[in-house]
């Protein structure tokens, strides 16, 4: 396996510029390719799903129940089988792709924003302010997620939008972390001291001069963190408390196809196996931008 | 060392208290809580009796103070579907998802740490790239899915082991392997990366230029100091083993706490799920405690101000 994956130790050959060394280290990097070329492709399927998926992933077929990959009926091929009510597993695993994405992408987007800014104000300001927002994190944090995560889709019913705000309430607390993690370290260096004596604003300060700064965290934290959350969207769905059906997910299909396990292995094979890669590509993204922008991120 | 003790036990029971406040608000969030305990075909009549019957109609705060005083007697009613006290049911689960979890916990010490740590020794050789590259994987299989693969390869396909059950050790085979995969991977390559770090210091280098053999130098000098960020992982772990046995439980119909609770939710039993909540999430809470103190005895470096 090749080291850069494994290993974390940035490249002193790289370029200075972030964007070059990012590229010059894809070239090199078969594993960063393919985590890249994976996450290129589940974004393809979720975007184009309407266009890529052979057959209208509802359509339902009771005489082409249960039916194994490859098997064709009036001329179509349904290349990974169909499900208990004859509907293409294909289709549906495509377009299984959309509720991932768009959770695993709309929570990191509101957990990272929400968590800049609290980590930028906790880590500038200090004190009370600090104190305040620290503890809130601590809160958090010291909750059992999945648990009360089941507890308020429970009670307030399941949707997609529900799953977004409950993982996104959790999320942010490990940008706001790392952000003041680094601001702390930023205020005292010399260019913000010489901004803030020659008259800078601390809105100046903060979102011109700091914010650039932690950027590179973020990304690596987003990207570290996308497979997980694709994985807690699929469990959630899986115990039936995910974005409700008809709307195919992956932990749906595999939650659909478990009562079929003894005579239809793949239905619960293929929406499994897309988790897996997905998972696989963004933890492979997720080193590779570590081990280039962020190697002591390694360490927390 | 005293004061951040109890500074961190106040600490614990205020976390303790607003999960219960979370508990009991949740009820509430949804509006109506006998509108949500109720079937959908539920009459007006039903409604307001069991309104009545749980207190519902008096203030706010006179049924918060109801609750907390039954919540500390470990009173959350009774359950809807059982007919018994919603914390006794769940204690008699407890057995088996503690029996899950720390088998999965010890599967995963036992086997991540030392091939995590022979990986470091064996730096860049085929086992190292090998054991890795398996641990890459095993930390993107999401078990449910590897659970239900395992039924598929062991159960239906070898049949060799049970897909259910309970009672005798072989039951807990694919359980334990399903909720310990994860943790194991993880476990294995930060043990890998601590143990390189720790290995390229210079007391390693001095000590093995004074002769002393690998296996000394590996068990005396560097295990105890890469030890500190690996027990904070193990207790995070022990706890999130326990709150998180929920999807193994469902998948192999495992009787525990978890698979209750998610049973519960289904049925809106929420005595059960308000009961289960607040026991993990105090196991959770109280790990926590104890891994801090923890670090003080294997750091002594850690202030604690």
């Known amino acids: ?300 | 060392m005293s004061g951040f003790l109890v500074r961190r036990l106040i600490q614990s029971v205020i976390l303790l208290k607003c999960v219960l406040v979370f508990v009991f608000l949740l009820l509430h969030l949804s509006g109506d809580p006998a509108r949500v305990m109720l079937p959908d075909d539920a009459t007006e009549a039903d409604i307001a009796q069991l309104r009545n019957e749980m207190g519902l109609d008096k203030p706010l705060f006179t049924q918060y103070v109801i609750y907390f005083k039954g919540a500390l007697r470990g009173d959350f009613g009774e359950s809807f579907g059982h007919g018994e006290s919603a914390f006794k049911i769940v204690l008699e689960h407890m057995p088996a998802t503690i029996q899950l979890a720390s088998a999965a916990f010890i599967f995963s010490i036992i086997i991540g740490l030392p091939i995590g740590c022979i990986a470091a020794i064996k730096e860049n050789t085929f086992y190292d790239q090998g054991v890795m590259a398996i641990a890459v994987i095993g930390q993107a299989i999401p078990d449910f899915w590897l659970g239900l693969m395992l039924i598929l390869f062991f159960s239906v396909h070898l049949q060799w082991l049970p897909p259910f059950g309970y009672e005798q050790w072989i039951h807990l085979i694919m359980p334990m392997f399903t909720a310990a995969m994860f943790h194991t991977a993880r476990l294995a390559r930060l043990m890998r990366s601590e143990m390189l770090e720790v290995l390229r210091q210079d007391y390693i280098v001095t000590a093995r230029s004074k002769g002393v053999s690998e296996i000394g130098v590996v068990f005396s000098h560097a295990m105890k100091n890469s030890s500190i960020p690996i027990v904070t992982v193990l207790g995070i772990d022990l706890a999130l083993t326990l709150g998180g046995t929920v999807i193994t439980e469902t998948v192999f119909a495992w009787p525990g706490v978890g698979r209750l609770t998610v049973e519960a939710i289904h049925e809106r039993d929420f005595p059960i799920v308000q009961a289960a909540v607040f026991l993990l999430a105090s196991i959770f809470v109280v790990i926590n405690f104890i891994v801090d103190i923890l670090y003080v005895y294997l750091d002594p470096r850690i202030e604690y101000k």
């Open chain 1, 1 to 300: 396996m090749n080291e850069k994956v494994l290993e974390t130790e940035v490249d002193d050959e790289l370029p200075s510029n972030k964007g070059s060394r990012l590229l010059e280290s894809l070239k090199t990097n078969p594993f960063a390719i393919a985590g890249v070329s994976i996450l290129l492709v589940v974004l393809i399927c979720a975007l184009f799903s309407p266009w890529l998926a052979p057959i209208d992933p509802h359509e339902q077929v009771l005489n082409r129940a249960m039916k194994p990959p490859m098997y064709e009926q009036d001329g179509k091929v349904f290349y990974l089988g169909t499900d208990h009510l004859g509907r293409d597993l294909l289709s549906r695993v495509i377009y299984g792709a959309r509720v991932s994405l768009i959770v695993g992408i709309s929570a990191t987007g509101i957990a990272g924003s929400i968590g800049l800014f609290l980590g930028l104000i906790s880590g500038y300001y200090g004190g009370v302010t600090d104190y305040i927002i620290m503890r809130m994190v601590d809160f958090v944090l010291s909750f059992p997620f999945i648990l009360l995560a089941l507890a308020t889709i429970a009670i307030l019913q399941p949707s997609l939008w529900l799953i977004v705000v409950l993982i996104a309430f959790r999320q942010w607390t490990i940008y706001a972390r790392i952000v003041r993690g680094n601001v702390l370290a930023i205020r005292e260096s010399e260019y913000v001291t010489s901004t803030r004596a020659s008259g800078g604003s601390d809105f100046r300060i903060i979102f011109k001069h700091i914010l650039p700064n932690v950027l590179s965290p973020i990304i690596v934290i987003a990207s570290l963190y996308l497979g997980r959350l694709v994985v807690i969207e699929s469990g959630l769905s899986f115990l039936g408390l995910g974005v409700p059906p008809p709307t195919p997910t992956w932990g749906g299909l595999l939650a659909e196809g478990r009562s079929y396990l003894y005579v239809s292995w793949w239905i619960v094979t293929f929406p499994g196996l897309a988790i897996t890669i997905t998972v696989l590509g963004a933890n492979l993204v997720g080193d590779w931008l570590r081990n280039v922008l962020d190697p002591r991120l390694r360490a927390r």
